[in-house]
Structure formats: structure tokens, C-alpha cells
């Protein structure tokens, strides 16, 4: 009996640590099959769209630059083009390279241009992305861009400017404890201390002057601020390069008598409504490269900027011209009478356009061709250019280099002609070789072809609203065109009327606006309040439309109301009314 219960003991204690055992196999077994299968699983995904390797290049630092882009397998760098890129397209690329927010959209005239391949247009970003793949595009290496396109982004993370390249930070001599106080100043890229883009130095930091009422009283007083004797020009338009930071003056109005520049009123430390494309420069008559001294009235001199960089030849004895008065040029005297040889030396022609009646505009003066400033460039010059080159009506007077920088010396500015004259010179301008700009401000004019002629009568077109009726919520119209079919777009919205902004405004935009008017194709998306600037709100700001949409309510913009525009981008269209 004792042996049977022995037994019967040793059967019970076997039997857990068999289940024990089992258990634990049947565990490891799981585990494996559970690892394989992730394994298995891991090689049979969707491969994911490869990486674009971006980089900033040409900067003061890695977080400012020409936009390149590779793919993510390696291969070579090439650029992107600048159609629909704004500042959604460039946070990612900001966020992309760890560098923060982007802080202004750059053009090839800070960075250079590129060379070798352009490897994506029309980047459609909505700003969530974290890697430039995941935006739409035309397509890798699909384009129909000119590296003067080229696009360049300026992050806010950029903090460290590092030397032996480009334009050197020339900043105000210390007096006493004045030049670290708020309201110091400094000029930057230019190419010594008395010339460049003005920075205004307040709490701690550096930001930038906007160029809005910017003249020469502004000028002498950052010059006799920073001891550089008188102003020789006032420059616009960011002429020395984007800035940085805030934009911390706007509106400024001297007297000419001030002491410091942040003493001329304002409209106070921040306050502004503009971009870094609207900086605002000088030189000071110590600076190096403006000799001899100008004379003591200044708002005559102006500057030759040289070939190959931001060097000047002044012109101190040149007088605007008007009436068919043009003066010739020379170092030692000038002549107010042409004579008809003289006048038979004139020759314009249009360049890098698609036609013999679209290009950028240049000019021919004593042998030498050079190209014409856009600053008061418009509709009624660029008539009198189309008639010269015996062309059609104009439809576009395009500034900012729209086709491309030209080359050798910048013969006009500020042209102002009447409509009627013959031949470009003989309008209003500041006198032969006389100007204060840079290629990036080259003119141009689109003319219809010598066969059609679009005529019209100015009005206010407003083909949403009949009868005295209140429009209908995201009406539309188009006002100060020649035509019902051109205009400054303007939106109804809860009571009134309001414009649209021209940041990313481009041709998908204006048919849509087309479209909606029952006006036919769109011919040109027109920016910068080329009909003129309108009132009231500024309604839309980043339209990003396909061209099908009903109305511009359908096409993809930034919140209502939300803009960083003033009505000198309203946007405008001419549609072909067919």
C-alpha cells in the first residue's frame, strides 16, 4: 500500500510541470510567428515616395538661400521655379532644413541663379508637410521656367551670418553708449559703411525700414545720423538685398532737420504693412564709390550702377527731359537739343519674350543698348512702346525683371509719356543714363500681334450686379479696366466690396475670375494694383485655384480677411471676351 500511494504522489507532481513545460513552448512558438510575420510584413509595403534632400545655397548662412533640391537616392542639385511658390511652399522647406518659420520668399536677384537642371515648378504646398516630396508639383524635372526663376527662401533661423562671402555688415560707428540705444543704425550690402540697406537697431535686435514714403529728406538723415555727409539716393525695393527680423519703420516722414531717423514720425516701432521686398536703401555721399561729392541739391543725383556689381557712376549734371527735349550725356556739359541724326540713333526693341510684340523693353541711345526702369512703369508708356515696334494695343506693362535681367547700362526711368508720342523717348523721363535701379526692376510690355487691336472705353465693369440689386455673396467684378473684360477683381462679401490680394495670383486664378464673368479665356494675371489700388477690405490673399472652380469661393486660399497685402497688390485681370 505504501508503494501504491508513493506512486500516485509522483504521477501528481509530474503533471504541472508537464503543462508548465507545454505552456512555455506553445509561448516561444507564438513570439516567432509573430516576428516573422512583421517581417514578412515590413517587405511587402508600399515602397514611400523617396525624400527630396533640400539645401539653401548663395546665403549668409544654411537657413537662407537659393532653393536646390535632389532626389533622395543622390544624383545631382538643381533648382526650383518661383511659379505658385509663396510662403507655404517655403515654411516646409524652412521646417524641412530645422531652420523655423520662413520669414520672406527670395528671387534669383539676392542669390544668383542657378545652373543645370530646374527640377520642379508649380509647388503646391498646404503647409502641413513636413518633407517638399509630399507637396504637389508639376512633376520632377517638368517645367516651363528660365533660371532667373530661380526661388529662395529666408528662415527664421538664420542667426548666424558667417564671413569671407558675399556683402559685409557695415554698422554704425559706437558713439558712446548712443549705438547700442534703440534707434542706432547700420547699412548692410553695400560695399562699404555709408551705403546700403538701412537696419534700425530697437530692443535688443536689428529689423529693417519699409520703403513706403521712403525720399532723399529720409535719406540725409540716416546719412547725417551715421556721419556720412548727404544723401545721394534714396533706394527702394529691398535695392541692397532682403533683410531679416522685423521691419521695425514704415511710413517714415523727415523733415530733413531730425538728428536720428527713429525722431522723423512713423507709424511707431513695428508697425507696418509690408514685405522685405520693400527695404529701404541709400547712399551717403562718403561712400567710396560716389565721387566726387554731389552737388548741394541732391534730388538731381542720381546713379550708373556698373557692370558686374553694385558699383555707381554718378551723373551730376542731368536734367528730366520732356516734350522731345533730350539732353546728351557727357562728363562736362550738357546739351538740352537733339538733333534728327541724334534722334535716328533711338531704336527700342523687345526681348526674351515669346514674340517679336512681348519682351522686356530696351532701348538705344548713341550706339549703346540698355534696358528702361519699371518705376512708374504702365499702361499708357507701354501703348507708346507698342506703337513704336508697330505691334497691336498693349495688354501688360510688366516690371521686376518679368523677363528676366538685362544687361549693360539702365538708360531710363521714371518714364512718364502722354499716350500720343511716336517714340518712347521723347516721353517724361529722368534724362539719359539717369536712375536709381537695378536690372531686377527691368521693364517689359506685352502688345496684341499687329493684326488685333482690343478697344474699349473706361468704365467700371460689373457684370454681378443688374438692376440696382445687392450682389450675391462672392460676386465678382472687374473695375478701371478699357473693357467689361478687364480690371481690378473685386469681391462682394457681407455689405461691401473688397480686392484680392496678388500674392500666388497666376492664370488658373484670373479664369476662374473669367469664367465667373462669362469673359472667355484669361490672357494675363495682372499683380501689383496694375488697374490701380482699390478700397476697403482686402478680402483673399493666396488663391490657389485650378481653373474649374464656379467662383473664387471654391478655390483654396488662407482664412478670410487674413492677408499681409495693401492695396498696392490688388489683383487684376484681362480675360480675351470671347
Known sequence: MRGRREGVLVRRCWRPAVWLLLSLLVSVLLVAMSVLLRHDAHHTQTPAVPRYEVQLVNGQGRCEGRVEVRSGGGGAWGTVCDDDWDMVDANVVCRQLDCGLAMAVGTSSQFGQGSGAIWL????????????????????????????EDVAVFCRGNQVILQGRGPQRHTTPATGVLAL?????????????????????????????????????????????????????ALRNSYF????????????????????????????????????????????????????PPPANTESMNVWPLEGGRGFF?????????????????????????????????????VNGNSSCAGRVEVSYATIWGTVCDDDWDMTNARVVCRQLGCGTAIAAKGLAFYGYGEGPILM???????????????????????????????????????????????????????????NEGAVRLVAGLHQCEGRVEMFSGSEWGTVCDDAWDIPDAQVVCNQLGCGEAVVARPEAFFGPGAGPILLDNLKCRGDEASLQGCSHIAWDVHNCDHSEDAGVTCSMS
Request: proline share 3%; aromatic share 6%.
Open 314 to 350: 554718378p551723373f551730376t549734371n542731368l536734367t528730366p527731359v520732356a516734350n522731345g527735349t533730350l539732353p546728351v550725356t557727357q562728363t562736362t556739359e550738357t546739351t538740352t537739343t537733339t538733333t534728327q541724326a541724334q534722334r535716328a540713333q533711338r531704336r527700342i526693341r523687345v
Open 121 to 148: 515648378d508649380n509647388v503646391d504646398c498646404t503647409g502641413g508637410e513636413t518633407d517638399l516630396s509630399q507637396c504637389g508639383s508639376l512633376g520632377w524635372a517638368v517645367h516651363n521656367c528660365y533660371h532667373y
Open 413 to 471: 526711368d521714371n518714364v512718364d509719356c502722354l499716350g500720343t508720342e511716336l517714340d518712347l523717348g521723347t516721353c517724361f523721363h529722368l534724362g539719359w543714363g539717369q536712375h536709381n535701379c537695378g536690372h531686377h526692376e527691368d521693364a517689359g510690355v506685352i502688345c496684341a500681334p499687329p493684326s488685333l487691336s482690343i478697344t474699349g472705353r473706361e468704365f467700371v465693369a460689373n457684370r454681378s450686379v443688374s438692376n440696382g440689386q445687392t450682389p
Open 241 to 292: 538685398g532682403y533683410g531679416r527680423g522685423e521691419i521695425l519703420l514704415d511710413n517714415v516722414n523727415c523733415t530733413g532737420n531730425e538728428l536720428m531717423l527713429s525722431r522723423c514720425y512713423s507709424l511707431g516701432w513695428g508697425t507696418n504693412n509690408c514685405g522685405h521686398h520693400e527695404d529701404a536703401s541709400v547712399i551717403c555721399a562718403s561712400s567710396g564709390l560716389t565721387t566726387p
Open 181 to 233: 540705444r534703440d534707434g542706432a543704425i547700420q547699412l548692410v550690402g553695400g560695399r562699404d559703411r555709408c551705403q546700403g540697406r538701412v537696419e534700425v537697431f530697437y530692443r535688443g535686435s536689428w529689423g529693417t525700414v519699409c520703403d513706403d514714403d521712403w525720399g532723399l529728406r529720409n535719406a540725409e538723415v540716416v546719412c547725417r545720423q551715421i556721419q556720412c555727409g548727404r544723401a545721394v539716393s
